[in-house]
Nanobody
Framework: QVQLVESGGGLVQAGGSLRLSCAAS????????MTWYRQALGKQRELVAR???????NYAGSVKGRFTISRDNAKNTVYLQMNSLKPEDTAVYYC?????????WGQGTQVTVSS
């Protein structure tokens, strides 16, 4: 079955960096677009960054220039490098993919940025 497992979250001071990873299994990873979402407490889930199967990327305006999404098809893993973190980046970050017209989500990883 399809599984997405995130890791790399934690507590960091404002201005710091974290790198999130999402390991995928049960899909033909190289053919799938992969997306990072986040959900802050009391807010709706929002798209953070997306990378296509060909490597094209899209970012939310709030993270553009600070976050970088990348993928390693040999490791079936997508990454989110987060630099210059701000307290408003605090959220649970989720990995997502659409496989055969069905949405799959990881369990999420908490990112907390202290001021």
């Amino acid at each position: 079955q399809v599984q997405l497992v995130e890791s790399g979250g934690g507590l960091v001071q404002a201005g710091g960096s974290l790198r999130l990873s999402c390991a995928a299994s049960g899909i033909i990873f190289s053919l799938n677009a992969m997306t990072w979402y986040r959900q802050a407490l009391g807010k709706q889930r929002e798209l953070v960054a997306r990378i296509s199967s060909g490597g094209s990327t899209n970012y939310a305006g709030s993270v553009k220039g600070r976050f970088t999404i990348s993928r390693d098809n040999a490791k079936n893993t997508v990454y989110l490098q987060m630099n210059s973190l701000k307290p408003e980046d605090t959220a649970v970050y989720y990995c997502n993919t659409d496989y055969y017209y069905r949405d799959y989500w990881g369990q999420g990883t908490q990112v907390t940025v202290s001021s």
